[in-house]
């Protein structure tokens, strides 16, 4: 059984990527709660704290959102670089920067145990039905 880090309930994890999902920041919470420093995130896939039990429906569901330039909110189980993992409940935003560059900002917080929970099974049915 891996690790599952519980996040503090004013815990507050940050990160921005580009318009392909590159992240160019996070913040201390976020690289905290992964076990990154920020250097070794920067300018990497977001992908790098995917876990294998999140369905790819999810991320499809995420990614067509937020292009449609609307917000995503959902409960995203996240892997730790040290291979444990944590649940927050996520809101990804789109923006525009004024100089005109595009990309889309997360910020997550707790996720309850009883989110946890209903996700964890929900998100285990989604993967069977994938494979
Ligand atoms: C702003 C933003 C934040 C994201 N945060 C996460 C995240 O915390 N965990 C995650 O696995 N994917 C996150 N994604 C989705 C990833 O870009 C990617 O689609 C997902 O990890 C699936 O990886 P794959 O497409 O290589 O299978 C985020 C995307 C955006 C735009």
């Given amino acids: 059984m891996s690790k599952e880090i519980i996040l503090d ?22 690289c905290k709660i992964a ?13 790098i704290v995917r876990h294998q039990d999140m369905p790819k429906a999810a991320f499809k569901d995420l990614w ?7 917000v995503w909110t ?11 993992f944590y649940w927050v409940y996520a809101t ?7 100089d005109g560059s595009k990309g889309y900002l997360s910020c ?8 946890i929970q209903t996700h964890d099974t929900l998100y285990k049915e989604m993967i069977a039905k994938e494979k």
Avoid at 19 to 29: L, P, Q, R, S, T
Avoid at 64 to 70: A, N
């Fill in 9 to 30: 309930d004013y815990a507050f994890l940050v990160s921005e990527t580009d318009e392909k999902g590159i992240i160019n920041f996070a913040n201390d919470d976020f």
């Fill in 35 to 47: 076990g990154y420093e920020l250097e070794e995130l920067i300018r990497k896939n977001h992908n």
């Fill in 64 to 70: 067509d959102t937020v292009k449609q330039g609307k």
């Fill in 74 to 84: 959902g409960y995203v189980k996240n892997a730790t670089k040290s291979g444990g």
């Fill in 92 to 98: 990804v935003y789109p923006f525009e920067s004024c």
């Fill in 108 to 115: 997550r917080r707790k996720a309850s145990l009883e989110e």
